[in-house]
């Protein structure tokens, strides 16, 4: 089930690896949502997602469901699982109607997405540009028509379990996923020339025209052909960055 905003955003054009600037939106993405680029672009998600069968769940990606690669991290809802920042929270009621007595859903600006496990849990996702809340649902009588989550979370978890609270109040009162609770990745300028020089490689692109991509024509022009190769072994190593994070490096932003 998606709850779709009123007020639909239109999303930027996608991004060109010619072009740096159309990469400039990928700064302000959360760590989870730079995890999203590295996966959508991996050729076997991509694959698995177009031959899955929705009864096999035996794929090596720590998601509740794969999502439509096609999709960038602006509108996409990765369902990760395994992630600190899911709030775990239990009910009485259909989760669907716990969700309406605690948050006034006609009032939302960003997507909702609910998606039920055969074991029982439901899981509600927030969702707008990259930003994200997620809800993990579970069925308890004891609870009553309200969402409850423990008070004191484990030691480890303290801090995300809190910011994710936060997060859930904050939403029902202003009814959008803010963007100063949702602070962007440090690093996420460096992982924007990662993807772009991905980008490239993906497409077949030679390293000297993605160095041109990533640094101009009149740097490569110069130093492509410098004895200490310095600007050469740079885009090999961008580019082996860039395939790692798209196979397995992604999970690192995940936790």
Known sequence: MNVVPKRAELLPPTMDWRDSDSYLWVMALPRPALAWEFVRRSPSYRSAFHTNDSSNREWP?????LEDPSLDARSAVPAWCGVDEILPVRTGVPPQEAI???IDVERLRCRMTLIEED???THVLFAERGRQLH????????????????ALAPMAL???RSLALRRLSDLAEHGELRDHLYPAEARAPRFARILQALDGALAG???????VSLFGER???RDWTSPDNHLRD???RTVAQGRTMMSEGFARLLS
């Open 61 to 65: 990606w720590p998601m509740v469901r």
């Open 100 to 102: 309406h007595a605690a």
């Open 119 to 121: 074991t029982g849990t």
């Open 135 to 150: 809800l993990a649902v579970e069925s308890d009588p004891s609870a009553g028509p309200a969402l409850m989550t423990p």
């Open 158 to 160: 303290t801090v995300k």
């Open 205 to 211: 692109a030679r390293h000297r025209d993605i160095a």
């Open 219 to 221: 740097r490569v022009t």
């Open 234 to 236: 740079h885009v090999r």
